[in-house]
C-alpha cells in the first residue's frame, strides 16, 4: 500500500515534525513537497477548488465579505458625516465592531469545536443578516444616531467574533490535509478580492442612494448565504469522547497552543500586528478629507487599493510549496512597516493608494502565512479553539489600538499615528527575529514559544 497520500500517516509525520524538532530550529519547521503530491502541481495553489465543500464554503464566504464591506464603508461614512469627521469616535466605532471578537473568540472557539459548524453557521449568518437590515431601517428613517449606530457596530460585530473561529475551522473539514495550505490561501485571497469588488460596489451605491441601501444589500446577502450554507456538509470533527465544560475547553486551547511552538510566538506577532499596524485601517477616511481634501467617500479607493495589494499577497503565498515559517511572517511584518511608513508621508493622492497597495500586500502575505502555520499546528478536535485565538490576536485586538490611534490622530494627525505604529512594527520584528537566531545558534537553549 502507497502512504504517501493516506492523511492519517501525513498528520503524524507533521506532528512529528513540528513537535520535536531540534532544539533552536522548530522555528523552521516546514512539510517538505513531494515531487508527485498536488504541490507539484503547476497551479496548486488553486487546487482546494477541486473539493466541491470547500468551493460551496468559499463561494458563501465570498458573497458574505462582499457585502461585509460594502457596509463597512458605509457605516464609516455614516459615522463621519454624523460627527463632522472625528477621529475619536471613528475609534470607537472600530472599538464596539472588532472588541467582540477580543470578549467572544474564545468561547467561540469552543461552541465551534462542541457544535456542528454547519449549523453555528448557519444561525450566525442568519442573526447578522437580520441586524444589518435593522441598520438599514434606522438610516432609512433617520434615527441613527452615532449611539445607536455603536450598538448596531457592536451586535455586527459579536456575529463576526463567533463566525471567525467556526469558518475558519470548517475550511480544515472541507479538505484533505495536503491541499490545506491551498485552502488557506485562497480563503484568504477571496477575502481580500472582497476587499477590492465591495468597496467597488459599494462606492456608487453609498453615493446615489446612501449608507441605507448599503446595509440593505448586506441584509440581503447575509441571507443569500445563510441558504448556500444550509447545503454544505463537511467531515465529521466532534470527539465522543469529550465532555468538559467550556471554560475547561478553553483552556484546553491555550495548552494547545503552548505544546506547538511556534503557535505562542505566532499569535503575538500577531497581537503586536493588530495594536499597532492593522487598527490604521481606521483612520483611511481621514486621510482622504484631512490629508488630502478628498469628499468622504474617496477613502474607499484606499480601501480598494489595499485590498488589491491584498489578493495578490495571499495569492504569492498559495504558491509556496511548504508550510512557511514564523520567519517568513517576521520578514512580511518588516515590509508592512516600511510600506506604512511610506503611506503616512505620501505627498499626493495617487502615491497614497500606490502606497496603500503595497501596505496590503504584506499585511496579508503576513497574516496569511501566520493563519496557514496555526491550521497545520492545530488538532483536528481542538481546531476551532487555536483558531479563536487567532481571532483574538487579529480581529480583537484591533479595536484596542484603533481608540489609542483616533485619539492621537486627533490631537497629531494621522500621518504621524501611521508612521509611528509602524516603527513599533519593525522594531519588534527586528528584536524578535535577532531572538530567533540566537536561539538557533544555542542548541541548547530551551524553544522559545
Known sequence: MDHRHDPARRRGCLRRVRLDPPRGRHLRAVTPSTPDSPAGSRFHALRALRHREFTRLFVSSTIGDLGYWISFVALQAHVVDVTDGSGAWLGILFFANFIPMLIFAPLAGSVADRMDRTRLMVIIRGAIGAVALAMAVLILTGTATPGATIVIAFLLGTGYGFLGPAQSAAVANTIPSTDLLSA???SS?????CRVAGPALGAPVLAIWGPGWSFVVYGLSSMLVTALLVRLRLRSHLDPHADTGAWRRIVEGLQHARERPPAVA????MSVFSIFGGAQIALYPLFATEVHGRPTQDFTAIVVASGVGAV????????????????????WLIG???????????????????AAALVGFCYFSMTTVLATLLQHLADDAKRGRIMSLFVVAWGGLIPVGAVGMGALADATGAPFVVVLGAGVCIAYALATLALVASRSAQPSTAPLR
Open 184 to 186: 488557506v490561501s485562497m
Open 189 to 193: 485571497a477571496g477575502s481580500n478580492f
Open 266 to 269: 505566532a499569535l503575538v506577532t
Open 312 to 331: 495578490l499577497g495571499a495569492m504569492t503565498t498559495g504558491l509556496r510549496r511548504s508550510v512557511p515559517g514564523l520567519r517568513s511572517s517576521l520578514a
Open 336 to 354: 508592512f512597516g516600511v510600506t506604512s511608513i511610506a503611506f503616512g508621508l505620501a505627498p499626493s493622492w495617487g502615491m497614497t493608494l500606490g
